[in-house]
């Protein structure tokens, strides 16, 4: 069974920089999309950013150019980092895992992230 679990969410002030990351176990990693989704109160889910088995990264616009995703295969790891953390970044932040071999998807239990003055 595909378990994901993410850590490194904190409160951090406006400007501030944070490091998420998510521990896949169960699953073929090295051949598995990642992604980064967020959650804020009242508001939908929507997706952060991504990352292909090829390294091949997607983000969504409010974050271009301030949060970078990565993964590491040999730890099975995704990381997302956060710089320039502004108050609207702040939810709950899910990482996702799509599985190519038979195309189940994963999310984890979610770390919040909160920016705040």
């Known amino acids: 069974q595909v378990q994901l679990v993410e850590s490194g969410g904190d409160l951090v002030q406006p400007g501030g920089s944070l490091r998420l990351s998510c521990l896949a176990s169960?699953?073929?990693?090295?051949?598995?999309?990642m992604a980064w989704y967020r959650q804020a109160p009242g508001k939908q889910r929507e997706l952060v950013a991504t990352?292909?088995?090829?390294?091949?990264?997607y983000y969504q616009d409010s974050v271009k150019g301030r949060f970078t995703i990565s993964r590491d295969n040999a730890k099975n790891t995704v990381y997302l980092q956060m710089n320039n953390l502004q108050p609207e970044d702040t939810a709950v932040y899910y990482c996702?895992?799509?599985?190519?071999?038979?195309?189940?998807?994963?999310w984890g239990q979610g770390t919040q992230v909160t920016v705040s003055s």
């Open positions: 996702h895992e799509e599985e190519r071999w038979r195309g189940r998807t994963y």
């Open positions: 169960g699953s073929i990693f090295n051949d598995d999309t």
């Open positions: 990352i292909t088995s090829g390294g091949t990264t």
